[in-house]
């Protein structure tokens, strides 16, 4: 079985692939990467979790480019 890179949020999306967004205030969301990809798509960055990052918000000190670490949902 040949690995293929993940490389854009379409990739990590088709492999149900959550993320898990850290704040440097030690806030951690849970983010579906499908709502990451509408982000993507408001906003017109690429769709890749480093054009991402710099336009995602933390909710609770504001803080923007938080530490986005895909992950497979375990289901
Ligand atoms: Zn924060």
Do not use: N, W
Not at 51 to 69: D, E, N
């Amino acid at each position: 079985m040949q690995h293929r890179r993940l490389e854009t949020l379409d990739d990590y999306d088709e492999r149900g692939f959550s993320a898990h967004v850290t704040c440097s205030c030690g806030r951690i969301e849970l983010v579906p990467i499908c709502t990451l990809r509408a982000a993507c798509a408001r906003i017109g960055a690429g769709e890749t979790i480093a054009a991402i990052a710099p336009h995602l918000r933390c909710q609770k000190c504001g803080a923007r480019s938080p530490t986005i670490i895909p992950f497979r949902a375990p289901y």
